[in-house]
């Protein structure tokens, strides 16, 4: 059976080449900062599941003790000059987005297909976890046929790697950060506290009512805590399943699934979500860092408002 541990190896053995050959890059002057950074992170996907959970929690605290610290700094390896991209740019065209599109097209088959399949009864991918199989799939079919069809020098895809998790940095893990910490939060009953004090203060009295609050706070957790991820199970624990499920009897699917849209929402509106809106600024050298935040504001506002509206409209009719 395919399990996530094994998506997970294979991100390891890609943070692990990361490493190596960021260590060798003289032209990097901070090459064992990058080195040790990513070499960390490698540890985490390769033996996670079987580090005990204070060695887990050592390697969080090291990443974000070098992060703070200001040892990594940017790579820019060989691999193919700029006049061979420009001239295989202008030869394929809009062709060369078709790898790209074979990732989210796979993820979808999978998810759809893989739950079905099984050999002598037993399931051959882990039926909780198909989504995540199927895109770490996608990814290595997407890399495969680029190989094929582009033939760039073999080391390519791990060199061209290593240069923009460099140019990341320390951005790149926030996700995984911020989603950890909202799983600690629910373990906390932080989502408890969060709702004990809502409905002190907020009348919860309507349907409507509930799902403004739940929507608003996902986006606003999401501005505080920087991933939606991490506002779900706090808000979920405080508002959706005590007051739209159980309360009103709203259908738990839909209301996790705009939910998380609503999040997403305050997504667009917070520097907390580095990778998404702070390090396209710092790559395209903007002289305003929030510049994307600001433009995405008035869009994060109508989706937030829609999303609201469409899960009242839907959550209590199926």
């Not at 999978?110 to 199989?133: M, N, R, S």
């Not at 791990?158 to 790149?172: H, P, T, V, Y």
Request: glycine residues 12%.
């Amino acid at each position: 059976m395919i399990v996530p541990d094994h998506v997970y190896f294979v991100l390891g053995l890609f943070f692990a080449s990361a490493a190596i050959l960021g260590a060798g890059d003289r032209s990097n002057p901070k090459r064992f900062g990058n080195a040790a950074f990513w070499g960390l992170l490698s540890i985490s996907f390769l033996f996670g599941s079987r580090l005990p959970d204070g060695a887990s929690g050592l390697l969080a605290c090291a990443l974000a003790l070098l992060a703070g610290a200001g040892v990594l700094g940017r790579s820019a390896p060989a691999t193919t000059s700029q006049a061979q991209r420009l001239a295989s740019a202008i030869r394929r065209g809009d062709w060369l987005f078709v790898p790209a599109l074979i990732i989210p097209g796979a993820t979808l088959a999978g998810t759809l297909a893989f739950g079905k399949l099984k050999l002598g009864g037993v399931a051959l991918v882990d039926p909780h976890q198909v989504t995540l199989v199927a895109l770490g799939l996608g990814i290595i079919a997407a890399l495969a046929i680029a190989m094929l069809w582009l033939r760039p020098p073999a080391a390519a895809p791990l060199q061209e790697g290593r240069r923009l998790l460099d140019a990341i940095g320390w951005a790149a893990v926030l996700p995984q950060m911020l989603a950890a910490l909202g799983a600690i939060f629910a373990h906390a009953g932080v989502g408890r506290v969060v709702g004990e004090l809502l409905t002190r203060f907020v009348p919860l009295d309507r349907p409507f009512e509930a799902v403004g609050v739940y929507c608003i706070g996902m986006a606003a957790f999401t501005v505080i805590m920087g991933n939606a991820f991490a506002a779900f199970p706090v808000m979920t624990a405080a508002i959706g399943l005590p007051l739209i499920v159980h309360r009103f009897g709203g259908d738990p699917a839909i209301m996790g699934s705009i939910g998380m849209l609503a999040g997403f929402c305050g997504t667009l509106a917070t520097p907390m979500a580095a990778n998404f809106n702070i390090v396209p600024a710092a790559l395209l050298d903007l002289p305003d860092r929030y510049a994307v935040i600001r433009v995405q504001l008035p869009t994060a506002a109508v989706m937030l408002a829609a999303n609201t509206v469409l899960m009242y409209a839907l959550v209590f009719r199926f």
